[in-house]
């Protein structure tokens, strides 16, 4: 492998099984050596940086990006843009919101040529399950390189992304279980969610009431579809992985399916493990999301399930939009998009809530960047401080606390429910495969991710 060019060390690197005082070395991009703290090849460049946190770079693996298509929304440059400045170094894309959507080989192809040469941190690509496109799900793999899948089991919020039928699934997870690739599920059922919506057309409640979006999307719809999907991952043996998971009542689910030892996993965001539906002011729309962010005890629960590895990481669900879909003028919950953005945010808001419950560093790598890298098949090139792997790298202060405010902000839009904010965590730079995509001073390089493939 040849001798360093590069070696980053500090009094607190997060190694694999210890956070300690230890030397990163780096050569052609990739992690040659994790050494003690005071060796190093002469000749080398060194960067020392006392006692920040050195620690691998966040992976999120739940991103919609929007282009090509929705670029008005959010866009491959600003996107990973936001994600350096919050140390995020993987980030894998959705594959809807963007026109087309990612659901067949030639719209993956669109994607890249769409991101190729504009991205400041490695990006990866779900694409998507649509009734109807079993026969893309292969060439995808094999030819444009997904790391994975994502259905949706009830509506998605754009015409052009259907919901998958049970019957759907049992065409398509045998195959998604054959080519060995993750299945992502957008958990709710429309069921107890259309249920909801004739109760609320005989007792209609203010769309200004956050409670009335939060009777909308009942815990009823998560749970309900979280016990179809650990049957069908029962059935078909295709790994299932749970996004955005809301309810703590679908906990015990999750659970007993990882008791069967089922290959089944889920995340849940930084807005459910930060926000409590007692605090959401009326009219403020920028904290709409489904399923919605519920009540201070469910979060609680969540918290519990995160400590205990029944949730196993932590994934922005960054789905910003234009202002106007946004309805902020009108605080109007029903007309307003669904989603949070909130990507650069990620890391601190996590660790704020994290130390504030006695979490650790080590939880954070667990949940934030060694997780998601196995989610994503990425295990051998992403996720730790490792010999071989890719030396992304997030040199950060997580006892420095700063203000969230709109300037500060990369992503298209400065709108997030995260606003003034004080948090914990200060990312100071960024590296990707050993080069600097984010520095506090200003002095990053742009645009070096690459397109990562299967
Ligand atoms: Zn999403």
């Known amino acids: 492998m040849g001798l360093a060019q590069l070696v980053v060390r500090s009094r607190r690197v997060a190694m694999p099984d210890a956070i300690g005082p230890a030397s990163v070395h780096v050569r052609d991009g990739r992690i040659v050596a994790v050494a003690p703290h005071d060796v190093a090849p002469v000749g080398c460049d060194v960067l020392d940086f006392g006692d920040a946190v050195v620690m691998p ?77 079993e026969r893309e799900l292969a060439p995808m793999v ?56 004739r109760s609320q057309l005989t007792f209609p409640g203010s769309p200004k009431k956050y409670a009335t979006h939060l009777a909308s999307r009942p815990r009823a719809a998560e749970n309900q579809a979280i016990a179809l999907m650990v049957g069908l991952c029962r059935e078909t043996r295709a790994r299932v992985h749970i996004v955005h998971h809301s309810s703590s009542d679908a906990i015990p689910l999750l659970r007993e399916a990882k008791r069967e030892g089922l290959p089944l996993t889920a995340e849940t965001c930084p807005h459910y493990l930060r926000f409590s539906s007692e605090e959401i002011p009326d009219g403020a729309t920028t904290f709409k999301c489904a399923p919605p962010i519920r009540e201070q005890e469910n979060r609680e629960l969540l918290w519990q399930a995160l400590g205990e590895g029944m949730l196993d990481m932590v994934a922005s669900d960054h789905s910003p ?94 709108i997030t429910p995260f606003q003034g904010l004080d948090l914990l965590g200060t990312v100071q730079r960024v590296f990707v495969r050993g080069k600097l995509v984010f520095d506090a001073s200003g002095r990053e390089e742009t645009r070096l991710g690459q397109l990562l493939g299967r």
């Not at 605080?331 to 989603?339: E, I, K, L, P, V």
């Open 57 to 133: 770079g966040v992976v999120d693996t739940h991103v919609h990006v929007n282009e090509p298509g929705r670029t008005e929304w959010e866009g491959f440059e600003s996107a990973t843009s936001a994600a350096a400045k919050g140390g995020v170094t993987t980030l894998v894309d959705m594959p809807l919101n963007s026109v087309p959507p990612t659901v067949s080989l030639g719209a993956l192809l669109e994607k890249h040529r769409a991101a190729k040469g504009h991205c400041a941190v490695d990006v990866g690509f779900w694409g998507g399950v649509v009734p109807g496109n």
């Open 321 to 414: 939009c234009s202002p106007a879909l946004k309805h902020g003028d009108t605080g109007d919950f029903a007309r307003a998009w669904g989603g949070i953005a909130g990507l650069q945010l990620s890391l601190p808001v996590t660790w704020t809530e994290a130390h504030r419950r006695g979490y650790t560093l080590s939880d954070i790598v667990r949940w934030m960047c060694v997780g998601p890298a196995h989610l994503a098949g990425l295990e051998n090139r992403k996720g730790k401080l490792a010999v071989g792997l890719d030396a992304d790298m997030v040199i950060w202060n997580p006892e420095e606390r700063f203000r969230v405010e709109p300037g500060i902000l990369r992503h298209r839009h400065k």
């Open 142 to 197: 094999s030819q444009g390189g997904v790391l994975g899948f994502k259905c949706f089991l009830v509506d998605s919020g754009v015409d052009e992304f259907p919901r998958v039928s049970e019957d759907n699934l049992r065409t398509s997870m045998p195959i998604l279980s054959a080519l060995g690739v993750p299945l992502l599920v957008h958990a709710e059922l429309p069921g107890p969610i259309d249920e909801a919506a």
